[in-house]
């Protein structure tokens, strides 16, 4: 019998690649592959990468770069690999272009080769030869018109299918119970014709969240669903329209299949993600269709926690707002594009708002849930940006009361509107801005955090240290981004923690994957410290300690989300 293919996957970049990521790892499994966590212990290095800012672009490089190291190293008879392999987004966006320039790359797979990644990866480690793609804007690729492209057949990681794969136009117009229902017949029978007979162990069944597989990298107890993929608006100075496509949503039915499975694998918090998640729906016939399938995510038996990222503020409406601070078990997080509050630089960004309107957005938000979570991102530097637009959008972040802030120096980004634009602020005032607002914020941000000193919040339980204890999240915060909450426990009780991680089942030490209602009594910088009020929550019990993804190449971890394109939102 021969042996076993092994394949690594190495993430970079946002809570979507992750999700790419794991849809790529199980159509592996499902064809055969062993997934290995270390890169040098896998025959291919699959390099999930960033195409966003050139800082994450030369990450995703210097992954590829770290990988070859260990292929060179393989043929000296230390470790196993034999190839490695582009994806994701800088893929996606350069295709040929990155495979001249980088020869180590043994391939470079755009997103219309993920359906057949497995194949792929045989006919590299073979000795063959895929020609990479010849980038195109993907924008082109589906209707023009939101409400006919459910039905297109276009590439979508993430999605599991093509666009029009397993779809029809049933249940347009529905709210979400009705859309799921329309359409779970057709979704049902196109994923049980595509998955395999006999799935292994952990991958999605026949029957699960959509065609054909996920399999988990990690056994964290928070993971990311998509709602939604591409984006419609064209801020000048991004360029993702042009890789990820245009807005397109999945299925309901598909969003609360994948939610029960994860739910069943362990998974007690979901965070939503897309491009832009406010416009949910549009292309279902129901742009308000996040608000009813909201609750049905959370009532999936399991599920602690629902949380809602990306959200453009110009499509933020009160029917959205009142279930965001107003369904229990859904987050009051809000994920904020501000990227500026200057109004002359807003609109040379092609976006709307300015610092009055945002203020008001954010008390509308607080009068219906004072803790609120709020969180955003900024761009210094932007072409045209004067000393009056720097003091103004210092106005808007001294008063907003933000949880948490990411602040980036505008570069140009091939491909954009605003690369060509005049009265570009130079190199060094850029730079100069930039730390200034970053000074500001973090000095805002812990502000922010001592505000929060006496709140009672629910912390998940996300790891448990061997010095500090159990450490989580609470509900203002979300994952690797927003800062975290360490439970201090009495010290008797401290020293019963594990190596671990895991609470004794007659133990009061919380475990992973509790839920814990605290005190916060301390603030450190933007992160909290918060007595319990309980020792752990009733209901479902622990998840194993969360493990970090692919190892063996920097950045297996993933980049932080400041870093990795939210800025572009």
């Known amino acids: 019998m021969p042996e076993r293919r092994t394949v690594a996957l190495v993430t970079l970049g946002c809570a979507r690649n992750e999700v790419d990521s794991e849809e790529l790892a199980g159509r592996l499994a499902a064809d055969g592959w062993d997934l290995v966590e270390d890169a040098s212990d896998a025959d291919v290095a699959v390099v999930n990468t960033c195409g966003f800012v050139e800082a994450a672009k030369k990450d995703s490089v210097d992954a590829l770069l770290e990988a070859n190291d260990l292929k060179s190293a393989a043929q000296q008879g230390e470790g196993r690999t034999q190839a490695v392999v582009a994806v994701g987004c800088m893929a996606e966006r350069y295709g040929k272009e990155l495979a001249d320039a980088l020869p180590e ?19 590299i480690l073979s000795g063959g030869v895929h020609a990479p793609h010849v980038p195109r804007d993907r924008r082109k690729l589906l209707p023009v018109s939101p409400a006919e492209r459910q039905g297109a057949a276009v590439a979508l990681p993430g999605h599991g299918a093509a666009a029009g794969e397993g779809t029809s136009a049933a249940g347009e117009g529905l709210g979400a119970e009705g859309a799921s229902h329309a359409s779970q017949e057709t979704t049902r029978e196109a994923v049980a014709a595509s998955a395999p007979a006999d799935l292994p162990e952990g991958l999605a069944p026949a029957s699960g969240p959509r065609a054909p597989l996920r399999r988990r990298l990690g056994s964290s107890p928070v993971a990311s669903v998509k709602l939604a993929s591409g984006c419609d608006r064209r801020c000048s100075f991004c360029a993702i329209p042009s890789f990820r496509g245009s807005f397109i949503s999945r299925r309901p039915s598909d969003v609360l299949g994948e939610t029960r499975w994860l739910a069943e694998q362990g998974v007690r918090e979901i965070m939503l993600v897309s491009e832009n998640n406010t416009s949910y729906g549009k292309d279902l016939g129901d742009i308000r269709l996040l608000e009813t399938l909201l609750p049905e995510l959370a009532a999936v038996d399991g599920i602690e926690r629902v949380r809602v990222s990306y959200l453009q503020p110009a499509e933020m409406r009160p029917g959205l707002i009142d279930v965001l601070t107003g369904t229990e078990k859904v987050a009051p997080y ?22 009055d309107r945002f203020l008001g957005l954010l008390e509308e938000i607080r009068k219906r849930a004072p803790q609120a979570g709020v969180r955003s991102n ?17 106005r808007f972040l001294t008063e907003a009361r933000l949880d948490a802030i990411g602040v980036f120096g505008y570069s140009d980004e091939e491909g954009t509107e605003a690369a060509s634009y005049e009265e570009k602020v130079p190199a060094d005032e850029v730079a100069e801005r930039l730390a200034h ?17 006496g709140e009672t919040v629910r912390v998940l339980v996300e790891a448990v240290d061997e010095e500090e204890g159990p450490l989580g999240r609470g509900a203002h915060q979300a994952p690797e981004t927003d800062g975290q909450v360490r439970l201090a426990l009495p010290a008797a009780l401290a020293t019963e923690t594990s190596e671990a991680g895991e609470a004794d089942e007659a133990g009061p030490v919380p475990a992973v994957g509790r839920m814990v209602e605290a005190r916060v009594v301390a603030a450190e910088g933007v992160d909290l410290v918060a007595e319990p009020l309980v020792t752990a929550s009733a209901g479902h019990g622990a998840v194993p300690a969360a493990r970090s993804g692919a190892t063996g190449v920097s950045g297996a971890a993933g980049v932080p989300r400041e870093v990795s394109g939210e800025a572009g939102r």
């Not at 809000?334 to 610092?355: I, N």
């Not at 973090?442 to 955090?449: D, I, M, N, S």
Request: proline share 3%; charged share 30%.
């Open 105 to 123: 790359a043994d391939g470079v797979l755009g997103f219309d080769d993920y359906a057949d990644i497995s194949d792929r990866l045989r006919t």
């Open 378 to 394: 900024f761009i210094v530097g932007f072409p045209g940006e004067s000393e009056q637009d720097l003091a103004e959008l210092e």
């Open 437 to 453: 607002m970053s000074r500001l914020a973090e000095e805002l941000t812990a502000q922010r955090a001592e505000e929060r000193v």
């Open 334 to 355: 809000f994920d904020l594009s501000f990227q500026h509050s200057a109004p002359g630089v807003l609109r040379a960004m092609r976006r709307f708002g300015d610092t």
